[in-house]
């Protein structure tokens, strides 16, 4: 029988791409989506689809009782994906904004993997999969929200990963990188909720910089990487039959993972506010 695994954010980008490429490495996915429309897309190309909003516990409980009556109970694997961003200063970020993006990105994920932690312990085995991003290893300006969520859920993960170590569930972080995505064009609903750049000191500073960013198609980023080099990792990651706690995937991530060792903090903040 074909391994399971459910993975969420699958409307595009990276869950999108691992969706597609678990599918043809032979694994029997349940691709979850946060909007209808995104889970009917899914089901007519061919996926088991569910309804998951990471911010609505009562979209995880039915998604995951939808999914363990389809497999009989049991499920191998879980790719925790779905994320949004909130750009913004940190001095301008009101306490909503936190409270918001923290629901879907760690909150909701946090959720949904407790739910599952039983499920891998009745059966005898399991992996958890937890995509991160070189945000939860150093930082960058305007992205404080994100990578608040990013470095919670790195110690959260690591330390699932180490209270595990008495049981046959493997947990593991999967670190991107620039990787092409939606993940802008989806940012800036939030950015205008919550951000009123107008009023802020660093009102000319987004005028020139972070505005730019959002509203401007300026193609890929240097070193960004297509979807599909997550999922080849991703497949490592489930496949490897002792899995490694990180997988790096991006140039960025390797090098910023390297400098975060051996910099001091100071040398490392010079890099890291040239953006």
């Not at 990276?14 to 209808?36: E, M, N, P, S």
């Not at 994100?146 to 493997?170: H, N, P, S």
């Not at 910089?209 to 980023?221: A, F, S, T």
């Not at 070193?223 to 039959?241: G, I, N, S």
């Amino acid at each position: 029988m074909s391994k399971s695994i459910l993975i969420t954010g699958c409307s595009s980008g990276i869950g999108y791409d691992a969706a597609h490429g678990l599918r043809r490495a032979g694994w029997r996915v349940f691709a979850a989506c946060r909007a209808q429309d995104d889970v009917d897309r899914l089901a007519a190309e061919g996926f088991e689809a569910v309804r998951l909003d990471y911010a609505d516990s009562a979209s995880i409980d039915s998604a995951l009782d939808q999914v363990l009556q389809a497999t009989g109970g049991t499920l191998d694997a879980l790719f925790n994906n779905g994320a949004h961003a909130c750009p913004g200063a940190v001095e301008d970020l009101p306490r909503g904004a936190l409270r918001d993006i923290f629901e879907v990105n760690l909150f909701g994920l946090h959720e949904l993997t407790t739910r599952v932690i039983p499920v891998m312990r009745a059966q005898g085995h399991g992996r958890i999969v937890n995509c991160s991003s070189v945000l939860g290893l150093v930082v960058m300006p305007w992205r404080g929200a994100y990578v608040a969520t990013k470095f919670a859920l790195e110690g959260l993960t690591d330390t699932l990963r180490i209270e595990m170590r008495d049981t046959a569930i493997k947990v593991i972080l999967i670190e991107p990188g620039p990787v092409t995505s939606k993940i802008r064009q989806n940012s800036i609903a939030h950015f205008e909720r919550w951000i009123d750049w107008e009023a802020s000191p660093r009102a000319a500073k987004y005028r020139s910089g972070l505005l730019k960013r959002l509203y401007e198609e300026r193609g890929p980023d240097r070193f960004e990487l297509p979807p599909q080099a997550v999922t080849a990792k991703l497949l490592r990651a489930l496949e490897a039959r002792n899995p490694r706690p990180r997988y790096y995937v991006t140039t960025p991530t390797y090098i910023m993972g390297a400098l975060r060792r051996i910099l001091p903090s100071r040398a490392l903040d010079w890099i890291l506010a040239k953006g």
